[in-house]
């Protein structure tokens, strides 16, 4: 069964299985979503980049903030059936072209080098195979002093690593941190931080060019 619901969290199907993990998802990762965005010190004008953004909420309100016409928000996320649910939820704004989703692995994503201000994701570096080869290719993309930022609630990841939710040790912070200095981020860093009486951690990273 942990086996499973690791499965469909790491990559949601279109399925009952995945359904629920989508509503799960929904419901209970929405104080991380909108920390995230909110620490990622989002411009107006800027162009920002979520990673894995599943059913999307975290998408919603980056958008919110970027006001300018050349605020410009991407998501990624390799799941179809995650692609396609957010690509309903952010309809209006992928018509008009304000947002742009791709269905897409975070390790090789189809954006031109240095062109991203924020990056930011939640529960997601836990299912990549290859944690340098996902953050050489956001700093990649990255302009130069860019900001990425990823919220987690360590402890809930520890219960589900210890069921074996997520293969291997990747989950751990110090291993992402770890791939994020060796990839060129520089001040690498993770902070305890409380919203609502949740306790969750942030871990900053910033692009040196
Ligand atoms: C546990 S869900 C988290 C979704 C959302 N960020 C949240 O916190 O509610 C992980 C998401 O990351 C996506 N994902 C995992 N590894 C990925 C990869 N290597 N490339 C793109 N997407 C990935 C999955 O498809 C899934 O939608």
């Not at 509503?23 to 980049?49: K, Y």
């Not at 090789?108 to 529960?123: E, G, R, W």
């Not at 751990?172 to 060129?184: N, Q, V």
Request: contains cysteine.
């Amino acid at each position: 069964m942990w086996e499973k619901l690791g499965k469909q969290l790491g990559h949601p199907t279109r399925s009952a299985a995945g359904w629920l993990v989508s509503r799960l998802l929904t419901v209970r990762n929405r104080v991380l979503e909108e920390t995230a965005v909110r620490l990622s010190g989002i411009q107006p004008g800027d162009t920002v980049l979520e990673l894995g953004h599943g059913p999307g909420l975290g998408l919603q309100s980056a958008a919110k903030l970027l006001t300018e016409p050349t605020g410009h928000l991407i998501g990624v996320d390799y799941s179809e059936y995650m692609h396609q649910v957010a690509s309903k939820l952010m309809k209006e704004l992928v018509v008009s072209g304000k947002v742009t989703l791709h269905h897409c692995d975070v390790a090789a994503m189809p954006l031109a080098d240095s062109t991203v201000d924020k990056v930011f994701h939640c529960n997601c570096y836990y299912f990549w195979p290859d944690l340098r080869k996902g953050a050489t290719e956001i700093h990649r993309v990255m302009k130069p002093g860019g900001l990425m930022v990823t919220t987690l609630r360590l402890s809930h990841v520890a219960t589900l690593a210890a069921k074996q939710v997520m293969p291997g040790e990747n989950w751990r912070p110090e291993a992402y941190m770890t791939a994020l200095r060796d990839s060129g981020f520089t001040d690498v860093r993770m902070e305890d931080r409380q919203h609502k009486h949740i306790t969750f951690q942030a871990i900053y990273a910033t692009a040196l060019k």
